[in-house]
């Protein structure tokens, strides 16, 4: 599908979204993508999903990080597995895990690295100009993203996390932009964040992802050492706020912000989201020893270095055009 020919945003971010970003960690921007982009994106997700049968889920090279095109998961196979081995209620799944959830629930990461459409609305789309106007950011890197299809029943949840210990950055901050295709609220798959969480000056072991509390493993030389353990109490369901949304809706939050979402229990619906995160000022990379990316060995850089030197972190913003 062709790219819309223009970026621009369909209204400006005010002055009360940019202080409810500061101080939540979070903010919902009613109304801002524009129509023709949505559809874009609605395109490509559904290109990449019916590529996701045939990629393998964590493969020797993902877990070791030296992935060259991403990894694609099916969650829902994912937990069938990790039943095996732990009890059914610490699955991250909505409802009685012991029945196994039905439908897909694709999670496809670094689709930018193999997917031109993908890469294409990452870098040219209308998130720069948003996160220029949010953050008031300078220099804006893309860096990497990740895709979402929950299909009706699947009910995987996303268990609660942080993203900064995965993340090869350090030196600036970074925002992740949440971007629904579909209108999403608890019923299908809505996202939750722990309000305030990213100013408590803590980094959480990052989470496996198939259960409610299991973090990942030190494999292909992760380290988790001086990462804290994410308590319940963080998780209080009154901390915690969740966003009903839709198509033409974005969400952002900063990379220490705690946030989940819940798992797909409708009958019908189905729920597609594109995350996409993006490096701000003072962004350099580094090989952070806590990060799973399943690029984390194969990017070349050395700690200090601009992220621009290596093709997968393009400057987004100021436009090159």
């Known amino acids: ?12 971010v005010t002055d009360a979204e940019r202080e409810a970003f500061a101080v939540d960690g979070v903010v919902l921007l009613k109304g801002i993508y524009p129509p023709d982009w949505v559809d874009s994106l609605r395109a490509e997700l ?25 990894a694609s998961s099916d969650m829902t196979k994912v937990l069938a597995d990790t ?17 196994l959830p039905t439908g897909r629930s694709i999670v496809e990461t670094d689709a930018s690295h ?42 995987v949840k996303t268990p609660f ?21 579909d209108v999403v609220d608890r019923e299908n ?11 408590w000056g803590k980094l959480f072991k990052p989470s496996d992802f198939a259960t409610n509390s299991g973090t990942f493993p030190e494999v292909g030389g992760i380290s988790l050492e001086g990462l804290d353990s994410l308590p319940e109490s963080a998780l209080a369901e009154e901390g915690i706020r969740y966003f009903d949304a839709e198509p033409g809706d974005v969400i952002v939050h900063h990379w220490a912000t705690l946030h989940g979402s819940r798992g797909n229990t409708s009958a019908s619906r189905t729920r597609r989201a594109a995350l996409i995160r993006y490096a701000l000022d003072g962004c350099h990379f ?6 799973p990316e399943p690029f984390r060995n194969t990017v070349g850089l050395a700690d200090g270095a601009p992220l621009e030197d290596a093709d997968r972190f393009p400057v987004v913003w100021p436009r090159s055009d």
């Open 161 to 181: 996390h942080q993203d900064k210990p995965y993340f090869l950055v350090d030196g600036g901050e970074v925002a992740v932009v949440w971007v629904p295709v």
């Open 46 to 70: 559904d290109d990449v999903f019916a590529e996701s049968a045939a990629r393998t889920a964590y493969a020797g090279s993902v877990l070791e990080g030296n992935s060259q095109q991403g």
């Open 1 to 12: 599908m062709a790219l819309p020919q223009l970026s621009h945003l369909a209204r400006a």
């Open 114 to 155: 193999w997917h031109a459409g993908m890469r294409a609305h990452n870098t040219q789309g209308p998130v720069p100009e948003l996160l220029h106007q949010l953050t008031g950011s300078g220099k804006i890197n893309f860096y990497s993203d990740q895709l979402f299809l929950k299909e009706p029943g699947s009910r």
């Open 286 to 291: 580094y090989k952070r020893p806590s990060s």
């Open 189 to 199: 798959g809505a996202m939750g964040y722990v309000i305030g969480s990213h100013r």
């Open 83 to 99: 039943l095996r081995f732990v009890d059914a209620d610490a699955l991250a799944v909505e409802g009685d895990a012991t029945e």
